[in-house]
């Protein structure tokens, strides 16, 4: 098959960004769908992701230091 870079729309901020052949590659030997959004919207959105997972980790933690400090007062932060 003979294949070329292709240019996506990104859904979220209609740049045209290239999708290449060894990317197209990537995708295909792991069942993906094309990317619709721009290398930078990808990185956005996981990063908002992981935001949101640290914030709840931090949240889990802040619970448990909380109810840690209750049982002993020399605990180090
Ligand atoms: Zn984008």
């Known amino acids: 098959m ?6 996506i729309k990104c859904v979220d901020c209609q740049t045209e960004f290239i999708f290449t052949i060894g990317e197209q590659g990537f995708y295909e030997d792991h069942k993906l769908y094309p990317p619709k959004r721009c290398p930078l919207c990808r990185k956005a959105k996981k990063r908002e992701r992981q935001d949101a997972e640290h914030r709840i980790k931090q949240e889990q933690n802040y619970e448990r230091r ?4 209750e049982s002993s007062e020399n605990t180090l932060l």
């Open 2 to 7: 003979n294949r070329h870079n292709l240019y």
């Open 66 to 69: 909380k109810q840690h400090e």
